[in-house]
Each structure stands twice: as structure tokens, then as C-alpha cells.
């Protein structure tokens, strides 16, 4: 039974356990990472989005993490026309804090490095993204990428948000949301060409993230945020990831509303990601096929830290029930899903 927090409250109590793990659909515990109770190099602190133009072919991606012992900042140019991206990032060691990502989804991150600058503004339902980097490389090799992206999010929208504990460590807990369907608007140039993000037709979302993990993880994650016959609809499906027992963060948005699901399936030949992929539920409401277009792979393996990541970009078939018995027809709408194994 998938416990829904309604209330504020702390996130974290004197022992330095979840209060009460569930979902919301708006970041309702209250995160203060002096309550932390756990060893402070597991904390996990992280903002990420990803902005997609799906007419145009082209999108993008920011991180701005702090791990603990490292950090990673990046920006990644996605041209999907080409099946080519290539992103630039920056990883620094031991930032313990001092990147000062946000207690809550309100306020300023920035970093300057050597190979980019990335800041992230967000004002209420406002978020602005600043960015540079001179050795990122579009698909015929012209250099350089700078821009701003102002992403909305449409007044009373619903979030996908949850507080979730490892069952072998109460101490290590996963707090995150996802704000799906942002509305891009705003620019960038690569090169000597100048890409642009429309309203009423370009769309991002936004992952934030707050946490202390165990060591070894592996998740599963996709993402949807489109227009389909004129209404806002998207997608958060994820699992893998912490005890699940309390809540699930799989929900579908259709015109800002959520319509939660219960448990969710990535059917993947991981012999070969870029084979298409099958994705249900356990309920009968979703029914999925993902063809990849190219996949943003990476894997780091230096000292204790690794990871292998594919995280897979391409067109989105099938059909999806909301709670009211609506049927949403998808199709040929650009997303992305993940399979991601980390030890850190």
C-alpha cells in the first residue's frame, strides 16, 4: 500500500530516519542536511534537467552534483537528426557541501570551471539555466556552446515527490522529485549557429535530488515530457532504487494532474541497449515500446568510485491509463530511459 504524505514535516528525525517514507506530489518534508545523522561523505546532493526539443531534433542536459568525495558538473549536447552527442563535465574531489546546492528546489547553484560555467536560478515556478562551455562539439566539429533556457512550470501543476530508507541502513534515505512538462523557452549557440527552445511546444524536466545511499545501486529510469493532441502530458517510471515498500515514484501527468502507478517493468536486451525496449506495469495501465536513437554512456572506474551508465534517448509508442479511464495514445514522442549502476 503506497503511503501519500499530505502534510509538511521534517524529513528526518533525531535518530536521523525518514519520518514518515512515502510519496507527494509536491516536495513536502522539509530537507536540512545538519540533520544528517549518517557519515557526512554519503551524503548525495544533486540537480539535474534535461530539455528537449522534439520538432527540431536537438536537446540538452545539466548536472550539478555534489557527491561527497566528488562532484560533477556537465552540460551534454543531444542532436537526435544525427544519432551524436557530446557532452563536456568537470569532476572535482572532496566539495563535501561546498557547491552549495539548495535545501530546497528555490535559490542559486553555480559553478566556474576550466571547461564551463553552469548556473541554475529558480524563482517559484520560475527556473533559469546560464551556461558556456568552448569545447563542447556539434556533429560537424564547430566549437563552443553558450546560452539561457528559462523553464516554466504551469501554476498548480503536480510533482512526483518521495522519502524513501534502505532497509539494511534507516540512515541512508533517498529524497527526490521530478517536475515534469516545463515549458522551455530561450537559446543557445553552438558554433555559429543559434538553436531555440519554443514555449508552447519545447519541454524539460527537473531532478532533484537529496540523500544518503548505500555504497552499491543500481536503478532504472525514464522520463517523458511532451504535448499529445494539445494537452501537456509526461511521465516519471523508476525503481531499483532504495525500499519501495512505503511508495513507488512511477506517475503519469496529463495537463499538470498526476495519476499514480503502482509498480513498473524495463524489458532490456542488455547485451545491446540500442534494441528497442519494452516497458509495463503491473496493473495494466501502461504499455510501452522505446526505440532508442543513441545513447549517452559513460563509465568511471577510478579508485572506489564506478559507475556504468546508459542512459538512452529515443521515440516513445503505446498507451497509457490515467486514473479517471482515460486512454493517452503515445506516439513517436521523444524521451529517455536509463539503466544505471553506481558504486560510490
Same mark, same amino acid.
Not at 25 to 34: A, F, M, S
Not at 300 to 312: H, R
Given at each position: 500500500?503506497?503511503?501519500?504524505?499530505?502534510?509538511?514535516?521534517?524529513?528526518?528525525?533525531?535518530?536521523?530516519?525518514?519520518?514518515?517514507?512515502?510519496?507527494?506530489? @509536491?516536495?513536502?518534508?522539509?530537507?536540512?542536511?545538519?540533520?544528517?545523522?549518517?557519515?557526512?561523505?554519503? $551524503?548525495?546532493?544533486?540537480?539535474? @534537467?534535461?530539455?528537449?526539443?522534439?520538432?527540431?531534433?536537438?536537446?540538452?542536459?545539466?548536472?550539478?552534483?555534489?557527491?561527497?568525495?566528488?562532484?560533477?558538473?556537465? $552540460?551534454?549536447?543531444?542532436?537526435?537528426?544525427?544519432?551524436?552527442?557530446?557532452?563536456?563535465?568537470?569532476?572535482?574531489?572532496?566539495?563535501?557541501?561546498?557547491?552549495?546546492?539548495?535545501?530546497?528546489?528555490?535559490?542559486?547553484?553555480?559553478?566556474?570551471?576550466?571547461?564551463?560555467?553552469?548556473?541554475?536560478?529558480?524563482?517559484?515556478?520560475?527556473?533559469? $539555466?546560464?551556461?558556456?562551455?568552448?569545447?563542447?562539439?556539434?556533429?560537424?566539429?564547430?566549437?563552443?556552446?553558450?546560452?539561457? $533556457?528559462?523553464?516554466?512550470?504551469?501554476?498548480?501543476?503536480?510533482?512526483?515527490?518521495?522519502?524513501?530508507?534502505?532497509?539494511?541502513?534507516?540512515?541512508?534515505?533517498?529524497?527526490?522529485?521530478?517536475?515534469?512538462?516545463?515549458?522551455?523557452?530561450?537559446?543557445?549557440?553552438?558554433?555559429?549557429?543559434?538553436?531555440?527552445?519554443?514555449?508552447?511546444?519545447? %519541454?524539460?524536466?527537473?531532478?532533484?535530488?537529496?540523500?544518503?545511499?548505500? @555504497?552499491?545501486?543500481?536503478?532504472?529510469?525514464?522520463?517523458?515530457?511532451?504535448?499529445?493532441?494539445?494537452?501537456?502530458?509526461?511521465?516519471?517510471?523508476?525503481?531499483?532504487?532504495?525500499?519501495?515498500?512505503?511508495?513507488?515514484?512511477?506517475?503519469?501527468?496529463?495537463?499538470?494532474?498526476?495519476?499514480?502507478?503502482?509498480?513498473?517493468?524495463?524489458?532490456?536486451?542488455?547485451?545491446?541497449?540500442?534494441?528497442?525496449?519494452?516497458?509495463?506495469?503491473?496493473?495494466?495501465?501502461?504499455?510501452?515500446?522505446?526505440?532508442?536513437?543513441?545513447?549517452?554512456?559513460?563509465?568511471?572506474?577510478?579508485?572506489?568510485?564506478?559507475?556504468?551508465?546508459?542512459?538512452?534517448?529515443?521515440?516513445?509508442?503505446?498507451?497509457?491509463?490515467?486514473?479517471?479511464?482515460?486512454?493517452?495514445?503515445?506516439?513517436?514522442?521523444?524521451? %529517455?530511459?536509463?539503466?544505471?549502476?553506481?558504486?560510490?
Amino acid at each position: 500500500m503506497q503511503n501519500r504524505i499530505t502534510k509538511k514535516q521534517p524529513l528526518l528525525d533525531e535518530k536521523g530516519h525518514i519520518t514518515e517514507p512515502g510519496w507527494a506530489t @509536491y516536495p513536502l518534508w522539509e530537507y536540512k542536511r545538519e540533520k544528517i545523522k549518517a557519515p557526512k561523505w554519503r $551524503i548525495k546532493e544533486w540537480d539535474y @534537467y534535461a530539455i528537449i526539443s522534439e520538432k527540431k531534433g536537438y536537446g540538452l542536459t545539466f548536472t550539478i552534483s555534489d557527491l561527497s568525495y566528488t562532484g560533477l558538473i556537465a $552540460i551534454c549536447y543531444l542532436d537526435f537528426n544525427h544519432r551524436y552527442y557530446n557532452q563536456i563535465d568537470e569532476m572535482i574531489f572532496f566539495p563535501s557541501g561546498n557547491l552549495k546546492l539548495s535545501q530546497s528546489d528555490n535559490g542559486v547553484v553555480s559553478f566556474t570551471g576550466k571547461k564551463l560555467t553552469l548556473k541554475f536560478e529558480t524563482i517559484d515556478d520560475k527556473r533559469t $539555466i546560464s551556461f558556456s562551455s568552448r569545447f563542447i562539439k556539434d556533429y560537424d566539429g564547430n566549437c563552443g556552446i553558450e546560452g539561457e $533556457i528559462i523553464l516554466y512550470e504551469k501554476a498548480g501543476s503536480d510533482r512526483i515527490a518521495i522519502a524513501t530508507p534502505w532497509k539494511e541502513n534507516p540512515r541512508a534515505f533517498y529524497y527526490n522529485q521530478k517536475v515534469n512538462c516545463l515549458s522551455a523557452d530561450g537559446y543557445f549557440i553552438l558554433g555559429e549557429d543559434k538553436f531555440y527552445f519554443e514555449k508552447n511546444e519545447d %519541454f524539460g524536466v527537473l531532478d532533484w535530488g537529496r540523500g544518503v545511499w548505500t @555504497y552499491k545501486n543500481r536503478w532504472y529510469w525514464s522520463s517523458l515530457s511532451t504535448k499529445i493532441d494539445d494537452h501537456l502530458f509526461g511521465w516519471n517510471l523508476g525503481y531499483g532504487f532504495s525500499d519501495r515498500t512505503s511508495a513507488t515514484e512511477n506517475a503519469l501527468f496529463y495537463d499538470g494532474k498526476i495519476s499514480k502507478l503502482d509498480d513498473v517493468k524495463f524489458i532490456i536486451d542488455k547485451s545491446d541497449y540500442m534494441k528497442p525496449w519494452k516497458i509495463v506495469d503491473n496493473q495494466d495501465r501502461l504499455n510501452i515500446d522505446f526505440l532508442p536513437q543513441l545513447n549517452r554512456k559513460s563509465k568511471t572506474d577510478v579508485v572506489f568510485i564506478k559507475s556504468i551508465q546508459n542512459q538512452l534517448f529515443g521515440s516513445f509508442n503505446g498507451y497509457a491509463i490515467l486514473d479517471d479511464g482515460k486512454k493517452v495514445e503515445i506516439k513517436d514522442k521523444i524521451g %529517455f530511459a536509463e539503466d544505471v549502476v553506481n558504486l560510490w
